[in-house]
């Protein structure tokens, strides 16, 4: 490999057995097994399933090169992490590493919580690959960037999960090896402590270290790295300069379910009251790109009224990934005829926050019974934006994104000093 | 920076490679010689945390067995304990079988206790079955101050072949970590040697002359019961701190049978180890 070339991947791959990784075998399968293939000797026995994470992967990164590699869940990323990180074989092709490698795919692998913060700064620095002459020369910097000093000798059990995970962070962020390994810990601390996270990052490769980066993070792997490579599949799917890689990685997104029709109409869900006949989410501008926190967006709930009289209203119900409700919304339609209508529900843009979006609908009946309830009918992806986030690379906390008013003046009667905007 | 053990020698090129490596990896062992000090005072350090009792566990368990023997099988059962009071036979005997029994059981589990570290962090395996094995000694040692006791009780005299007693203990370790190896690995595979070990155990206890001594065996198995390793390293350590001549020939066959283990141990390991991760 050329001088300056430090790590080198050709044709890797790993394949697992379905079902290898979530379950460990007992001695009595592997008998019973056994036994089955006795008593079949001649038959050809079949092979165990196979699946292959990660296939024919091919790539070099020269020194000081910060290269992020993104895709979906299940694309092969932490498999090609824990290759290189030499935690796990690859099945197939083979890597040539110059250099210490130091990688960091969990923060606080290995903390204790019995043990103290001091105990485990030295605990986690050994596990990380820290001499303890280096660990003593350091201990001080990892102390000040965790910000702990005052809980130095509490047990870690003790510590709120901000200071766990800063005091982690903060050792792994200490430590100094030519190839950097980091999988997903971005999401740490609060956003002070995150921007300097970010930081110890940029300068580990302004200092000349290569560091390979998988991250769910659009922001932050754009902002980080200059090249990227997309895995789709266990197999790369595109590489080159970072911005363009993101670009299209994210116009790619396969959009959820933003719709949905029933046809023909009988078999759609209500009753002899009332059908519903589609239901779809649109974008309520004029814009074609991607759906951001900032897009106005419109639901469309169509349906049949098949009975007069009737004291109707249509409900909306938002949920994020973690199924929190964000929101809900209902219109009093009243007593409408027999007949085909819409309801849409302008939901504003600035108030959702990234995410996929799903959405039930529920029709009503003298609002208390439920004539019609359709479970996440549709749902959307809603991408992040840049949009008033200042230096904050990571997931806006928070269930709704607002942008909000604020005002700032000199307080004059206050005692304290108030800055003027 | 040459201070990480990741390579003083900065330029080594790694290879990564379906195939095994055909060392043992001593080298790298050495290398992380550090985190295994580190593990085995971690394990040390959180062992007795939030005991009432604490290091007094380490007295209490050696003592109240000693009693119990003693009074039913040295007492009512007559059990002979030539050479010594029966008391001091089956502490003398006790003591090193605690140490490996507790050794032994700490390294099959470890590997299997250790899953987070394996699946997220790369360093040699074979240091966490033998921190489990390090982080057994000092209950041994306080246990021996116990023994120490005991026989200035009984008016027992020391000799010089005190000595002597390091090397069983040393032996002990080593037959633990053979079968630890064995069993950490068959572990991950197999979660049923989770169920075995203790029944393993307390069948091995009672093949290893603990509570009685080895003259109850009949002379023409004696060597074939020296297989047994721990019957030359609880003999060994018998006689050197309770005097009579050492069994050399126990003690030859003891530890040939000790490295037989431990070879077997290593290299089924080392085969093992790079599927720890995907199997755990």
Known sequence: ?421 | MSETIFGAEAAEVIELSPLAPGTLGFGEIWRYRELLFFLIWRDIRVKYKQTALGVLWAILQPTALMAVFSLFLGRYAHVPSPGAPYPVMVLAGLLPWQLFAQALADSSNSVVASERLITKVYFPRMIVPAAAVGAAVPDFCIGFVVLLVMMRYFGMPFTIQILAAPLFVGLALLAAFGVGLWLSALNVQYRDVRHAIGFLTQAWMFVTPIVYPVSVIPHQWRHFYALNPMVGVIEGFRRSMLGGPLPEKFIIVSVLATFMILLGGLYYFRRMEHTFADVI
Not at chain 1, 91 to 119: D, M, N, Q, Y
Request: with cysteine.
């Open chain 1, 1 to 421: 490999m050329s001088s300056n070339v430090v790590i080198d991947c050709s044709g890797l791959g790993k394949r697992y057995r379905i079902g290898e990784r979530e379950r460990y075998r007992t001695l009595r399968d592997t008998i019973a097994r056994a036994t089955t293939r006795l008593l079949r000797r001649g038959e050809p026995h079949s092979e165990p399933p196979t699946v292959w994470a990660l296939k024919d992967v091919s790539f070099q990164m020269r020194q000081g090169e910060v290269l992020g590699i993104i895709g979906r869940n299940g694309a092969g990323k932490s498999t090609l992490l824990k290759i290189l990180s030499r935690i796990t074989r690859p099945t197939s092709g083979r890597a040539l590493i110059r250099g210490r490698v130091g990688s960091l795919l969990e923060v606080g692998t290995g903390f204790h919580s019995e043990l103290t913060g001091r105990e485990n700064i030295f605990l986690n620095g050994a596990i990380l690959g820290m001499r303890r002459s280096e660990i003593v020369r350091r201990f001080d910097e990892i102390v000040a960037f965790a910000e702990i000093d005052e809980f130095l000798d509490t047990p870690v059990k003790r510590y709120s999960s901000g200071m766990y995970m800063r005091l982690a962070f903060a050792v792994a962020a200490h430590l100094d090896p030519e190839i950097l390994i980091v999988d997903e810990v971005l999401a740490v601390g609060d956003a002070v402590f995150q921007k300097k996270c970010l930081g110890k990052m940029d300068e580990a490769s302004q200092h000349g270290r290569t560091v390979l980066f998988v991250s769910h993070n659009m922001m932050a792997v754009e902002s980080l790295c200059k090249s990227a490579i997309w895995l789709d599949h266990g197999s790369i799917h595109e590489a080159g300069p970072a911005r363009d890689i993101v670009h299209k990685y994210l116009r790619s997104a396969q959009s959820p379910q933003v719709q949905k029709t029933w046809d023909p109409d009988d078999t759609a869900p209500g009753d002899m009251n009332v059908r519903l006949r589609r239901v779809a989410v649109r974008r309520a501008d004029e814009g074609t790109d991607l759906i951001t926190v900032r897009t106005p967006l419109a639901v469309e709930v169509h349906y049949a009224v098949l009975r007069p009289g009737q004291d109707l209203a249509v409900n909306l119900f938002a949920y994020n990934e973690e199924g929190v409700l964000i929101f809900s919304s209902d219109v009093r339609v009243g007593r409408l005829h027999p007949g085909k209508y819409c309801s849409t529900c302008h939901i504003p843009g600035d108030l959702l926050n990234a995410g996929t979006v799903s959405i039930s609908v529920s029709i009503t009946r003298d609002d208390a019974f439920a004539l019609v309830e359709v479970q996440e009918a549709v749902a959307v992806d809603v991408e992040d934006s840049t949009h008033g986030r200042g230096t904050w690379y990571d997931r806006w906390p928070g269930v709704v994104r607002p942008i909000l008013n604020w005002e700032t003046e000199a307080d004059r009667h206050g005692t304290s000093a108030v800055a003027a905007r």
